[in-house]
């Protein structure tokens, strides 16, 4: 494309410009202001706290839980034993950042975000994607995926 230097929006290229600046804006500010960040803290919490049950509790009754290289988790108990064991072998200092919410409808959105966690001298980075619902203005996770992407010493 060949842009002289003195080209200039047109009013109409000035609205659409605007409207895109400000609906970009919308939705980073919509995102942090999403009922989930809260959820999330309330987690990141607990599991600094080392609580696995409380951590579980985050999750439905029936939720799925998919780690790096291991069975599929179904349920709370086998979600707070897989935490426990974390836990207990040392698994602490979670740090977590949003990269997207999305809302789906009025019951469910999906979350991708990145993690980090210590273990030993170690810190491993890791990317998830959680499906939560929203039941009775509770948003618990339904779904969570998570791949390891990075271990440092």
């Not at 291991?70 to 979600?79: E, F």
Request: charged content about 20%; proline content about 5%; some cysteine.
């Amino acid at each position: 494309m060949n842009v002289h230097k003195n080209a200039r929006l047109t009013p109409r290229g000035r609205e659409l410009f605007v409207f895109l600046i400000f609906a970009t804006l919308a939705s980073a500010a919509s995102a942090q202001d999403h009922p989930i960040v809260a959820r999330m803290a309330e987690f990141t919490k607990a599991c600094h706290q080392k609580d696995a049950e409380a951590v579980a509790g985050f999750y439905v009754p029936e939720a799925i839980l998919l780690p790096p290289r291991a069975t599929a988790l179904l349920g709370r108990k086998p979600m707070a034993d897989h935490f426990d064991k974390a836990f207990r072998g040392g698994a602490g200092g979670l740090e977590y950042k949003f990269q997207k919410i999305e809302q789906i409808g009025p019951a469910t959105a999906v979350k991708i975000g990145q993690a980090q966690v210590r273990l030993g001298g170690q810190v491993i980075t890791s990317r998830s994607l959680h499906v939560w619902k929203n039941d009775a203005g509770t948003w618990q996770l339904a779904y969570d995926v998570y791949h390891v992407l990075q271990i440092k010493n």
